[in-house]
């Protein structure tokens, strides 16, 4: 690789790096604002919102692509305010899945409006 295109490369890089993080703290701080919870917390509920009815707790850390143990500790919080339920899997005691709580759907459908604006906002 030629040092110009390597230059451009990492430049092109940098830039991806920084529109992330633009878009990342605007929705960070608009929904914390607006509706009490981060862009994680968004996230987790909006894969449990779209799931067909249970989500393995490991899918989730997949879609939201945070560590297991910081999607664990996501998933503590929401739990604790009541948006999600987790259960043991039946069939895998060592499975847990989580599911979206009727107040959790609430505050997605709420904050999915805010989600959606920030996006238009900030990548368009």
Known sequence: MSDVAEQGLVQEWHELLARYSAVFTTLECRLQERHGIGANEFEAL???ATCDFKCRSADLTGAIHLSQSATSRLV???EKEGL???ALCELDRRGIFVTITD???E???AAKRTHREVLNETLR
């Open 103 to 105: 107040a959790g759907r």
């Open 76 to 78: 503590a919080r929401l």
């Open 107 to 109: 505050r997605y459908l």
């Open 46 to 48: 909006e894969r449990l």
């Open 84 to 86: 999600v339920e987790r």
